[in-house]
């Protein structure tokens, strides 16, 4: 999820991060409006299933502006421990975010219990993660696109042993921010995603400008292969550990989701370069505002603002509902980013009130 606006922009990042903003958006719509008994059928768990992606490209797209921020120290000549500081400043930002966003949330939802102030969502995993590997500043890019995919394996591969490990002498608060669990994004198995994004980072800023798309087409056969690779092993019927479930920890979830990932920036850069047409994209739109979206629609879609929806409707009904709720959130997004040029035509038209006489221009 994109937090701040960077002077490094590519066009197709800022389209896969729209993407999982949209893929996001109907997901939560459906998990909160679709009436329960509904729940089984093949609409909510198709949507379901594409939700389960934005977290990963969220995370995966944080671990790729990491990877910019830290080739740029590294640029600009800073020494080891300045941009390991510089880095770790990034999820101390993501920190404030996080806990901003949960005290908005408990206020907003009085009466509730004080430990919702603490639970552990994407912005938390996110600031965690780059706390931890922040460490990676100390390498050069070079260096990182090799050391951050171990790294990301090192992490998924440990992900069922965690799970089995006795955390209970452990804070549920700590547990929380570690441990695979259903309720919380943990760093295991959900850190992998920030540090196959850093090390996917580190190989788009070594690249000439003119390599790009030949590393692209790479990055689409890996990831297809990786997929393929990740069904024929699982339908093995074999797995090491002695106990690991598919959607909470295991490291086949994490590689299949990664190589779809792959295919879907492939697909991004290509579609960007040679088939979206130049100018505004609404899909970019989401892109570049993805964290006001994310804020805003949590609020709309799991609080009281829109609570006579919550388990009420049927598949139609959700699904216009969905769609309601992405155009509201595109138009929120479109006024935050051309809230200037929109001041300046209602203040044309007469309908903005000025500053210093408090009447409206054309009065």
């Known amino acids: 999820m994109k937090t701040k606006t960077s002077s490094y922009r590519l066009q197709y990042l800022d389209w896969l991060r729209g993407l999982g903003a949209v893929i996001m958006l109907q997901g939560h719509v459906f998990d909160s409006f679709l009436k329960n008994e509904l729940h089984p059928g093949g609409a909510y768990m198709f949507s379901q299933f594409l939700g389960g992606m934005p977290p990963a490209i969220f995370l995966f797209l944080t671990g790729v502006t990491l990877s910019f921020l ?13 941009r390991v500081w510089t880095a770790f400043n990034r999820s101390g930002y993501l920190f404030f975010l996080a806990f901003a966003f949960r005290l908005q949330l408990w206020l907003f ?9 603490l639970r552990v969502d994407i912005l938390n995993c996110m600031g965690f993660s780059i706390a931890v590997l922040s460490v990676m500043a100390l390498f050069r890019t070079a260096e990182r696109v090799r050391l951050c995919a171990i790294l990301g394996l090192g992490i998924a591969l440990a992900a069922p042993l965690i ?3 006795d955390w209970s002498h452990v804070p549920w608060m700590i547990r929380a921010y570690v441990v695979p669990d259903y309720r919380f994004f943990g760093f295991f198995p959900w850190g992998a995603y920030l540090a196959f994004g850093m090390s996917a980072g580190s190989i788009i800023r070594t690249l000439p400008a003119d390599s790009t798309e030949r590393a692209m087409q790479w990055a689409a056969l890996i990831g297809g292969v990786g997929i393929v690779a990740c069904q024929y092993f699982g339908n093995l019927g074999y797995s090491p550990y002695p106990k690991s479930e598919f959607w909470l920890n295991s490291p086949a979830q994490v590689f299949t989701k990664t190589g779809v990932l792959l295919l879907m920036m492939s697909f991004a850069f290509l579609w960007t370069r040679y088939g979206a047409r130049d100018g505004w994209s609404w899909v970019r739109q989401f892109g570049t505002t993805s964290l006001l979206v994310y804020w805003v629609h949590i609020e709309l879609v799991y609080g009281r603002s829109l609570g006579f929806l919550k388990n009420a409707l049927n598949v139609p009904q959700t699904v216009v509902a969905a769609v309601g709720i992405i155009l509201l959130m595109l138009a929120l997004a479109t006024i935050k980013t051309y ?3 929109l001041r300046g035509y209602l203040t044309d038209m007469g309908w903005w009130f000025t500053p210093k006489t408090g009447q409206a221009s054309g009065d």
């Open 339 to 341: 809230r200037n040029q």
């Open 163 to 165: 799970s089995q490990m």
């Open 70 to 82: 830290m080739d740029s120290t590294e640029r600009k000549g800073l020494p080891p421990r300045e």
């Open 109 to 117: 939802g009085l009466p509730a219990p004080w430990q919702d102030l």
